[in-house]
């Protein structure tokens, strides 16, 4: 079994392959829950209290799953609460784990690096396994080892991972992060709340998710202050109690049936989405040509009729464009008149998806080192990549397998987008994010067969 599918089939997916008729708008509503991206730092997050914590709108996820397993193996009694997507989580007899427990659990998460901290704490050591992830990009773990490091960790690396003790307890800590890694900020955020002595960190995250995580740690009795120019400082106590939060909503999904709304000529209502966390990509939604209604419950995404327009967008740290938008959103651009251009200065990897789009009849050309433009606003990093659309181009049907997450998403809007039939393969991967997506798709009238 591939590591797609036993991510799908962790969340009862039976089917790996999808094939779909191509050149209907979607149209209804679809439920975005807790975003991917809160949700499994906070269940983390539980492992610093000895007491119960409540999380509530979380998502049926492979992620999840694969959390849920690391905390269980650990001594975390993890069970559903009384309403749909809630989570109570004990901590009150956390333990070690094996490396090959930890191993079989975490598969290709990255999970497992966020457990440091807090089970430094309640343990005096911590085990990772070498990490996987998408095939975004190398995402080094250097930046989290370096701020455990500053906490006064010791690290020794194995030949089956890397462990972790702390033989003087841990204190607090000044951490300048090279760069503001919504990862070591999480680390740093994790590892400070119980550290003794104050730490600060600069350059740091201040993504929503951030902000979510910072409001749980708060709950727990966290002393953390958040201060101007990506300056978070941090006072350690001695003892967390647990907490009962409401996740904040995915973005990145109600920004993917957005994208998906608009390269379909379709209208999709997104229950839960906030205009507040998505005013970047509101903007630029808008400035391609596509129409939004903000309501008390959601929004209103659609394509209003005429041409779309080109872009030029810069991917950044928030409250720059997510990296993660780009991807469904470039599925929109095939079609509009004239040619955009997308700079992703995040991850040095993420453009390999548009393989699948060039197969498929788009115009898009990958410049791998980037280059220089007049008038950017993110500054150029060493390992950022562009890629130049040129449209409208009619898509095909084709036969093309997901290479990641977001980019798996953008598959499925292609394949919705365009004349004839596709087949996707490897949709386990998209189960890693996306809650229920055969679901929705249905329910937006999409015509799909499913296959093992």
Not at 99 to 128: T, V, W
Not at 278 to 290: E, S
Not at 431 to 441: D, M, P, T
Request: net charge negative.
């Amino acid at each position: 079994m591939t590591e797609a599918q036993r991510a799908g089939a962790s969340v009862g997916l039976t089917f790996d392959r999808i094939t779909i008729e191509g050149g209907k708008p979607l149209q209804g509503e679809v439920d975005v829950r807790g975003a991917k991206n809160l949700v499994t730092k906070a269940m983390v997050a539980s492992l610093l209290s000895e007491g119960v914590s409540v999380l509530r709108d979380v998502p049926d996820i492979s992620d999840v799953r694969v959390v849920r397993g690391l905390l269980e193996i650990h001594g975390v009694t993890v069970k559903p609460g009384v309403e749909s997507g809630e989570l109570l989580l004990d901590a009150g007899n956390v333990r070690s784990a094996h490396m090959r427990e930890i191993d079989a659990h975490a598969g290709s998460s990255r999970i497992p690096i966020l457990f440091c901290g807090p089970l430094l704490h309640q343990l005096g050591e911590a085990f990772i396994p070498d990490l996987g992830g998408c095939r975004i990009g190398d995402r080094p773990i250097n930046f989290h080892l370096d701020a455990l490091r500053n906490f006064g960790a010791v690290v020794e690396k194995l030949p089956t991972g890397i462990r972790l003790s702390a033989p003087n307890g841990l204190h607090g800590a000044h951490v300048h992060l090279p760069y503001p890694s919504v990862g070591a900020t999480e680390q740093t955020l994790l590892t400070a709340v119980r550290a003794k002595g104050v730490t600060e960190l600069r350059n740091a995250a201040i993504e929503p998710e951030i902000m979510d995580l910072i409001a749980i740690l708060q709950k727990m009795g966290a002393i953390i202050s958040v201060e101007p120019n990506r300056v978070i400082l941090i006072e350690g106590v001695d003892e967390l109690r647990g907490y009962t939060h409401r996740a904040i909503f995915d973005r990145n999904e109600a920004a993917s049936w957005a994208s998906a709304a608009l390269a379909t000529h379709g209208d999709v209502f997104v229950h839960g989405a906030k205009q507040e966390h998505m005013m970047t990509f509101l903007n630029i939604f808008r400035k391609v040509g596509g129409a939004f209604d903000i309501e008390e419950h959601g929004i209103r995404f659609w394509h209003p009729g005429g041409p779309l327009k080109p872009v030029v967008i810069e991917t950044d740290v928030h409250p720059g464009f997510m990296t993660d938008w780009q991807q469904p959103l470039v599925v929109a651009l095939t079609q509009a008149e004239g040619v955009s251009t997308v700079h992703e200065t995040v991850y040095e990897n993420r453009f390999g998806f548009t393989e699948a789009l060039q197969k498929m009849g788009a115009d898009i050309r990958v410049h791998p080192r980037g280059f220089a433009a007049p008038h950017r606003r993110v500054p150029r990093r060493d390992l950022e990549q562009a890629a130049v659309i040129t449209g409208p181009t009619p898509l095909h049907g084709a036969d093309i397998e997901v290479p990641d997450l977001r980019g798996g998403f953008s598959h499925l809007i292609a394949a919705m987008t365009a004349e004839g039939t596709s087949t996707v393969r490897n949709v386990g991967i998209i189960s890693r994010g996306y809650e229920n997506f055969e679901g929705k798709l249905r329910a937006l009238g999409a015509r799909f067969t499913v296959d093992g």
